[in-house]
């Protein structure tokens, strides 16, 4: 279990992540969205302890983050050049000197040879790499900045179906900043939405699609939550959360997927700002 307590991070003037405050049990997969700047790489790099973060505290299984808890951990960054002057023999060798074993290389494809530079590697080979180092390390945590969008069809396939068979056999706790839901849909089961350092949504996916709803009007009704709206040529296109049927008596209303729910949440929130 991770427990975030009062968590901020600052550079400069600026509060990266704000006064958080999180749960999140074993076995998790969670998918973290929200616009550029809102702090998703910012708290995965706290998690991942890249970031000593001032005030507030993160805890695994109760104890403090330190050397010992971080070899519970995997982070794959966005950007993935830590390793380019080494090779993939090089590479392995000193991850493994760091979490004390010897990498089990549990993605089989694409291969790599030992004595290939990692500087060589296209984005999507080096995600793959990094993937199967980090697996092979046993982790308990992975934490995944927003890579997916660097693989080709077959290697997101590769990429998503090891990720969930650890979920499965290993319990394994997954934190996925994304831009894109539909590009790692049925992986996250709760999914939580940042704006300014804060996390203004958090839910589990399932009940944010029940309570997530579009539908079309000619102006906004007064009492209704709507969190994005856009106006066409005859009509507004009104998106609503939380949507309560037997409270708000709207007709004509359509859910919708992840990617439209999250796309709504980034749209209200530019249009605030």
Request: with cysteine; charged share 25%.
């Amino acid at each position: 279990m991770i427990a975030i307590d009062k968590l901020s991070v600052r550079f400069g003037k600026v509060r990266a992540v704000d006064d958080l405050s999180l749960a999140i049990d074993k076995g998790e997969s969670i998918l973290l969205a929200g616009a550029n700047g809102a702090g998703k790489t910012t708290l995965l790099r706290a998690l991942a302890g890249v970031l000593r973060a001032r005030p507030g505290s993160i805890l695994y299984d109760g104890c403090p983050a330190d050397h010992r808890s971080r070899k519970k951990i995997a982070y794959i960054p966005a950007s993935i050049s830590l390793y380019d002057g080494m090779t993939v023999k090089e590479a392995a060798r000193m991850h493994a000197h760091f979490y004390g074993r010897s990498a089990a290389w549990t993605i089989s494809e694409p291969a790599f040879r030992p004595g290939q530079k990692i500087a060589s590697m296209s984005k999507g080979e080096k995600t793959i790499f990094f993937l199967s180092l980090a697996l092979g390390a046993a982790p308990e945590y992975l934490f995944v900045d927003d890579v997916v969008h660097f693989l080709d069809p077959h290697l997101r396939e590769v990429f998503l179906t090891s990720i969930l068979r650890l979920i499965e056999e290993k319990q394994l706790t997954v934190i996925m900043a994304s831009q894109s839901a539909f590009e790692i849909e049925g992986i996250p089961e709760r999914v939580m939405v940042m704006e300014k350092g804060k996390v203004i949504l958090d839910e589990n996916v399932d009940m944010l699609k029940q309570k997530f709803i579009k539908f079309y009007g000619e102006s906004i009704p007064e009492d209704i939550p709507v969190v994005f709206s856009r106006q066409w040529q005859n009509a507004r296109e009104m998106y609503v959360y939380p949507y309560q049927a037997k409270v708000h008596h709207l007709d004509n209303v359509e859910h919708l997927n992840l990617t439209e729910i999250l796309r709504a949440f980034i749209g209200g929130e530019y249009a605030r700002h």
